[in-house]
């Protein structure tokens, strides 16, 4: 069986940082990416960050320079560290992670999905 476990999330100031973990077990995702999505309540989940098997990272237009994504392929996991959060980042992140690489941006191009951690900052 699959599954993907976020932690890391929590209470943090404007201007602080965060570091998500995610742990895949059941398989690994050689061949897909594995990425970060955000949902904020009574708004659609976006995309913030993926990874390739690679390493390259691919981010959302509003994190760069802001937030970092690394895949740590030994131990199957993704990290996404977050620096200078700011309020409208409070959201529930999820880790997802794709048997194939395809539509990376978009939540139907990835198989698998954490429960989600809250992140909450605070103005």
């Known amino acids: 069986q699959v599954q993907l476990v976020e932690s890391g999330g929590g209470l943090v100031q404007a201007g602080g940082s965060l570091r998500l973990s995610c742990v895949g077990s059941?398989?690994?995702?050689?061949?897909?990416?594995m990425g970060w999505f955000r949902q904020a309540p009574g708004k659609e989940r976006e995309f913030v960050a993926a990874?390739?098997?690679?390493?390259?990272?691919y981010y959302a237009d509003s994190v760069k320079g802001r937030f970092t994504i690394a895949r740590d392929n030994a131990k199957n996991t993704v990290f996404l560290q977050m620096n200078s959060l700011e309020p409208e980042n409070t959201a529930v992140y999820y880790c997802?992670?794709?048997?194939?690489?395809?539509?990376?941006?978009?939540?139907?191009?990835?198989?698998?999905w954490g429960q989600g951690t809250q992140v909450t900052v605070s103005s």
């Open positions: 059941g398989r690994t995702f050689s061949s897909g990416p």
């Open positions: 997802a992670a794709s048997l194939i690489w395809r539509n990376y941006r978009n939540p139907i191009g990835y198989d698998y």
């Open positions: 990874s390739t098997w690679g390493g390259t990272p």
